[in-house]
C-alpha cells in the first residue's frame, strides 16, 4: 500500500501512477514536482542518506494512511543532479472517494518538504549554495499538526 522509492533516475509517471491504480479506488490524486529555475537556478542537485530518506517516506505515507481513508500511496523521489524542468517528485494518493485522496497528497507532498532528509544545493550564475526548509513550507507542515 506505500510505495516509495529513491533513484537518480529520471521519474516514470506512467509506472508510477500504476502502482497506486488500486481496485475499488475512486479517486486517485496525484503532484508531480518539477525543478524551477527561480532566482536564476540553473542545476540543482539532491543528496539523501540512503534507507533514512527512503524511511522517512514511508513515515509520512503511513501516517497519511492513519488520518485518511487510503488505499495505496505512491512516493518517488529522485536525487542527483538535475536542471529546469526535470521532475523531482512523484506523490500518488489513491481512495474509494476525492476527497481523502486530494487531502492526502497535499499532506504528503508538504510534510515531505520538511520532514524528508534532503540536501538540496542549487547552482546559480553567481556560484553555488545550499537550500534550507523555506518558511512558507515550515508553515505548511505545521498546518497539519
Do not use: N
Amino acid at each position: 500500500m506505500i510505495d516509495v522509492a529513491v533513484s537518480p533516475e529520471p521519474i516514470d509517471i506512467a509506472a508510477a501512477t500504476e502502482s497506486v491504480e488500486v481496485a475499488g479506488a475512486g479517486g486517485i490524486a496525484s503532484f508531480i514536482g518539477r525543478v524551477r529555475a527561480d532566482d536564476g537556478v540553473r542545476a540543482l542537485a539532491l543528496e539523501h542518506y540512503p534507507g533514512m530518506t527512503e524511511a522517512a517516506l514511508v513515515a509520512i505515507g503511513e501516517e497519511a494512511a492513519r488520518r485518511w481513508s487510503l488505499m495505496a500511496v505512491t512516493i518517488r523521489h529522485r536525487v542527483g543532479p538535475m536542471v529546469p524542468g526535470d521532475r523531482i517528485v512523484f506523490v500518488a494518493a489513491a481512495a474509494a472517494h476525492r476527497a481523502d485522496a486530494l487531502a492526502a497528497c497535499a499532506y504528503c507532498i508538504d510534510r515531505l518538504k520538511t520532514d524528508a532528509p534532503f540536501w538540496k544545493r542549487e547552482a546559480t550564475d553567481d556560484g553555488e549554495r545550499w537550500v534550507d526548509a523555506r518558511e512558507a513550507d515550515q508553515r505548511r507542515a505545521a498546518d497539519w499538526a
